[in-house]
């Protein structure tokens, strides 16, 4: 059964960047979609993004646009997500997450995800 | 876009049934039958609970079900067991390549 393994923890300041890695392990990212789902402290959780490994294509919600890049590597099996510009709201538990998708007249409909990385902690503080 | 709109708690006592509700609009929930629902303990990571509206992934308790009525989904637990008590999340596709969660929903059994 395949795992997400996530890297550490992250300190960053104001204004600087972070990058999380996502790897799969026990399995691959084809045919799959790895999506980006963020948890500030004590509150629910947002969706910032996705990708689909075997295609490159990344989508973003709206909310980060512009500001975070999610890319993928297939000959690791990993994923990435930087996010730019750091401010302390930033300050969250990021999730990775292998989902399900399907291709249909050019959209890509992000269906569900069932297999989650257990998280990295960005503290974002000067 | 804001965040599909969720009750903040529901309650129940063992063996009775709740339903949670998820309310979106005919953008996102009224427009695809693409909603799933997902169940986080403190300090773990969410876990898939039903997607595409009332499908259960395999290993997910029978009690677990979901259902969509216009622009609303809605999960229900029944018989309600001490283990259930969890924060509950629906999330939608919602458009433009893009997912939407609601803002959550603490359960709590009595």
């Known amino acids: 059964q395949v795992q997400l393994v996530q890297s550490g923890a992250e300190v960053k300041k104001p204004g600087s960047s972070v990058k999380v890695s996502c790897k799969a392990s026990?399995?691959?990212?084809?045919?799959?979609?790895i999506s980006w789902v963020r948890q500030a402290p004590g509150q629910g959780l947002e969706w910032m993004g996705g990708i689909i490994p075997s295609l490159g294509t990344a989508h973003y919600a709206q909310k980060f646009q512009g500001r975070v890049t999610i890319t993928a590597d297939e000959s690791t099996s990993t994923a990435y997500m930087e996010l730019s510009s750091l401010r302390s709201e930033d300050t969250a538990v990021y999730y990775c997450?292998?989902?399900?998708?399907?291709?249909?007249?050019?959209?890509?409909?992000?269906?569900?995800?069932?297999?989650w990385g257990k998280g990295t902690t960005v503290t974002v503080s000067s | 876009q804001s965040a599909l709109t969720q009750p903040a708690s529901v309650s129940g006592s063992p063996a009775q049934s709740i339903t949670i509700s998820c309310t979106g609009t005919s953008s996102d929930v009224g427009s695809y039958n693409l909603v799933s629902w997902y169940q986080q303990n403190p300090g773990k990571a969410p876990k898939l609970i039903i997607y595409e509206v009332n499908k259960r992934p395999s290993g997910v308790s029978h009690r677990f079900s979901g259902s969509k009525s216009g622009n609303t989904a809605s999960l229900t637990i029944s018989g309600l067991q001490a283990e259930d008590e969890a924060d509950y999340y629906c999330?939608?596709?919602?458009?433009?390549?893009?997912?939407?969660f609601g803002g959550g929903t603490k359960l709590t059994v009595l």
């Open positions: 026990g399995g691959t990212l084809s045919s799959f979609a």
């Open positions: 999330c939608s596709y919602a458009g433009r390549s893009t997912l939407m």
């Open positions: 997450a292998r989902g399900t998708y399907n291709n249909y007249a050019f959209m890509f409909y992000y269906l569900y995800m069932d297999v």
